[in-house]
């Protein structure tokens, strides 16, 4: 199972995000892509310890929600709420500049790659080891990347 820890699955997903343009339109949601570079870049941050989220889990989202989502070989659904600090408009870092926003991602993406433990608990999901946060990492990547035919 992809995670971004594995080396050759950050480098595909960077250089996936490469391809993302600020013109470009998503196939579903409300997010432009400079939305979603800041979005995608916040989640990072939270992982990382650098912003705060509030916490939206129970005990079904920490347990058979977490499961399936990280362990079942199925694309992520469309349309899932995220946490206010996240959420575009909300509480989500506002898009400056769209190249700078890229590289600022591509920096924490690495920087979430490298991690050998994370001190936080996820939102939603609770608790997880390193390998459960990098699979989230890649899996999140990926679904907003595919949002934007990546």
């Given at each position: 199972?992809?995670?971004?820890?594995?080396?050759?699955?950050?480098?595909?997903?960077?250089?996936?995000?490469?391809?993302?343009?600020?013109?470009?339109?998503?196939?579903?949601?409300?997010?432009?892509?400079?939305?979603?570079?800041?979005?995608?870049?916040?989640?990072?941050?939270?992982?990382?310890?650098?912003?705060?989220?509030s916490d939206?889990?129970?005990?079904?989202?920490?347990?058979?929600?977490?499961?399936?989502?990280?362990?079942?070989?199925?694309?992520?659904?469309?349309?899932?709420?995220?946490?206010?600090?996240?959420?575009?408009?909300?509480?989500?870092?506002?898009?400056?500049?769209?190249?700078?926003?890229?590289?600022?991602?591509?920096?924490?993406?690495?920087?979430?790659?490298?991690?050998?433990?994370?001190?936080?608990?996820?939102?939603?999901?609770?608790?997880?080891?390193?390998w459960e946060?990098?699979?989230?990492?890649?899996?999140?990547?990926?679904?907003h990347l595919?949002?934007?035919?990546?």
């Open positions: 199972m992809f995670n971004l820890g594995q080396a050759e699955v950050l480098e595909l997903s960077q250089a996936r995000l490469d391809k993302l343009t600020p013109d470009r339109r998503a196939r579903w949601g409300k997010m432009s892509a400079p939305e979603m570079v800041c979005h995608l870049s916040d989640s990072f941050r939270f992982a990382l310890n650098l912003k705060v989220a939206a889990s129970g005990v079904l989202q920490r347990t058979v929600v977490k499961w399936i989502a990280l362990y079942v070989p199925v694309q992520w659904p469309k349309g899932v709420a995220t946490t206010p600090e996240m959420k575009q408009g909300v509480g989500g870092t506002c898009p400056a500049e769209f190249e700078r926003d890229k590289s600022e991602l591509a920096k924490l993406m690495r920087e979430f790659a490298g991690q050998e433990k994370f001190s936080v608990a996820h939102p939603i999901f609770g608790r997880m080891s390193l946060w990098q699979r989230w990492g890649y899996l999140h990547t990926d679904h595919r949002q934007f035919g990546l």
